[in-house]
C-alpha cells in the first residue's frame, strides 16, 4: 500500500487546515487509517484514527479541533483541522494498519506516507 498526503501549508492560529491522504495498492477499505505527527524535535505522536467501520479516536490534544473521516470509494483518508494552534506545527503524516481497529500505538501501522508539513504561525 503506497500512500500519499497532501493539504499541508502554513496558517495563522485559529485558522483550518484539510489534511488529505491517498492511497494505492492494496484493499484500503481493510485498513485502519491513522493520523501521527512528528514536531522538530520531538517524538512521533498520535492524533487521530478512524476504523473500517468508521469509528474513530481522537489525542487529547487535538480532540474537539479535529475530525478524521474516510471515503473506501475513492480511497482517501481526511483530517479536517480547525483551531490551529502552533504547537499543532508538525509533519504529519498518514498511516495504514491491518488487524487493528482503534489504536494509537505507531508499531501497530504497517504502511506510512512520506509527511506532509503544517506550520501554525502565531
Known amino acids: 500500500v503506497q500512500l500519499a498526503e497532501s493539504g499541508g501549508g502554513l496558517v495563522q492560529a485559529g485558522g483550518s487546515l484539510r489534511l488529505s491522504c491517498a492511497a494505492s495498492?492494496?484493499?484500503?477499505?481493510?485498513?485502519?487509517m491513522g493520523w501521527f505527527r512528528q514536531a522538530p524535535g520531538k517524538e512521533r505522536e498520535f492524533a487521530a484514527v478512524?476504523?473500517?467501520?468508521?469509528?474513530?479516536y481522537y489525542a487529547d490534544s487535538v480532540k474537539g479541533r479535529c475530525t478524521i473521516s474516510r471515503d473506501n470509494a475513492k480511497n482517501t483518508v481526511n483530517l479536517q483541522m480547525n483551531s490551529l494552534k502552533p504547537d499543532d506545527t508538525a509533519v504529519y503524516y498518514c498511516?495504514?494498519?491491518?488487524?487493528?481497529?482503534?489504536?494509537?500505538?505507531?508499531?501497530?501501522?504497517?504502511?506510512w506516507g512520506k509527511g506532509t508539513q503544517v506550520t501554525v504561525s502565531s
Open positions: 495498492g492494496g484493499s484500503f477499505s481493510r485498513y485502519a
Open positions: 498511516a495504514a494498519a491491518r488487524g487493528v481497529t482503534l489504536d494509537a500505538n505507531g508499531a501497530k501501522y504497517d504502511y
Open positions: 478512524i476504523s473500517r467501520n468508521s469509528n474513530t
